[in-house]
């Protein structure tokens, strides 16, 4: 068990790939321990063969379209318009295009490579300083994982047997929440240091949301579609591919043959790397679990406390500090058989728990040191990470303020599926 283990730190501390640490230390483990070879490939593969899990890379090549299809300009646009004539005009609009953007794609790093690149140039080439145009981009695309759809929410409704319908419900609230108290604090900081407004002009609003309508409304169709019961969360994968693909097609007529099939191998890439991690998580865990070290751990949360409110700091803090250095998916496949007992054992909602869990794992995806969403919007933007990581910490309020009210507060996050879908 010991061996098992230092191989993963040190896997991890020597600069391995993350999927492959979890894999290299879970076949080690194995074969130290004399479980039977075939072992390795059961969890593998089980860990991957969920109807539900389909969703992920399709959800990943829908974002890849609206990027590849120039939507995400139009949403810009329009959200500029909408938002743009209060102080910090452009930075509204980032967060208000992350939020609509966040119901296409459901994921931080397809806003943070895509739709970033737009907002951080329009933002720069309008007087605002680069640092802070970082660091509202990065800061804004942590809403996509929250809002639905969310692949991470779809890890953990896999993972936890949650339904997936009601944990998109209940992302609803925290990130539109989320996205209004950025916008606080962008104002804050607008009107200290006098950013400019873009004008309002309701000609050129009505202009913008006419040519952009048919992209603002797949969110809504998505929503109403879990909503009214007309597709699953996997269906729901599938409409969003052909939706965005139609109208970048043939309405917008901006997807070519050579942005298409970059699109197709991009997404297969980042597919295969997520569900390699939650292959080779399976197995680790299913190690874990054998070896008893689930339950130890588990007992020594409890250990700590028995109270409700102290727990869940305990498991925020515990999650914050992994999200730093770790991957979402491999947080979720690793962690969940520790911490779902817990939950359970304490009566929480498993709704409630499931978005608390991934909003605090999305809030690690830009803390320094190793938020990969900063490294994207760093190598994208030809950003210093130093200069970056200073400008992201003020925005850092926001997110964990945001966390702080979701975990205390179930009711923002169940309300919403609770009324909805019962």
């Keep these: 068990m010991t061996v098992f283990l230092i191989a993963f730190v040190l896997l991890l501390v020597i600069g391995v790939p993350i999927s492959i640490s979890i894999g290299a230390s879970a076949v080690l483990g194995c074969l130290y321990l004399g479980y039977p070879l075939v072992v390795i490939g059961q969890k ?9 899990l389909i969703a992920v890379p399709l959800f990943i090549l829908a974002g890849n379209l ?135 002009n309701l000609k050129a609003l009505a202009y913008q949301f006419a040519h952009s309508i048919l992209a603002l409304i797949t969110p809504v169709i998505i929503l109403l579609g879990f909503v009214g019961g007309w597709f699953t969360p996997t269906e729901a994968s599938s409409v969003a591919v052909i939706y965005s693909l139609l109208i970048a097609l043939f309405v917008y007529k901006t997807l070519t043959w050579e942005s298409f099939k970059k699109c197709l191998r991009d997404s297969a890439i980042s597919s295969a790397n997520t569900l390699f991690i939650i292959g080779t998580s399976t197995l ?99 950003l210093k990470l130093e200069r970056l990581y200073k400008a992201v910490l003020p925005f850092l309020i926001p997110l964990i303020l945001t966390l702080f009210l979701c975990t205390y507060f179930p009711g923002i996050v169940t309300a919403l599926p609770n009324a909805l879908l019962g």
């Design 66 to 200: 609206m990027n590849a299809g120039k939507i995400t300009e139009r949403i810009f646009d329009t959200a500029k318009e909408l938002v743009g004539w209060i102080p910090g005009g452009l930075g509204h609009a980032n967060v208000v295009a992350s939020i609509i953007f966040a119901g296409m794609s459901g994921s931080a790093v397809a806003d943070a490579g895509g739709l970033g690149a737009i907002e951080m140039e329009a933002m720069k080439s309008n007087g605002y300083d680069e640092d802070f145009s970082g660091a509202v981009t990065a800061a804004s695309s942590v809403i996509g994982p929250i809002f639905p759809p969310s692949i991470p929410l779809i890890i953990y409704g896999s993972v936890a047997s949650v339904s997936v319908d009601k944990l998109f419900m209940g992302g609803v609230v925290p990130g539109l929440l989320m996205g209004g108290l950025l916008m606080l604090m962008i104002l804050f900081f607008a009107i200290r240091r006098k950013y400019e407004r873009h004008p309002f």
């Design 284 to 382: 680790f865990t299913y190690i874990m679990a054998m070896e008893g070290i689930s339950r130890s751990f588990a007992d020594f949360i409890l250990g700590i406390s028995t109270n409700q409110m102290v727990v869940l700091l305990v498991i925020n803090v515990l999650l914050l500090l992994l999200g730093m250095v770790m991957e979402p998916g491999a947080i979720l496949t690793l962690m969940l058989p520790v911490l779902l007992p817990i939950a359970n054992g304490l009566g929480l909602d498993l709704v409630h728990f499931g978005v608390m869990v991934v909003l605090n794992l999305m809030i690690g995806q830009v803390t320094p040191p190793f938020g990969v969403c900063l490294f994207v919007i760093s190598d994208v933007n030809k």
């Design 44 to 52: 593998m593969v089980s860990g991957i063969d969920s109807f539900l």
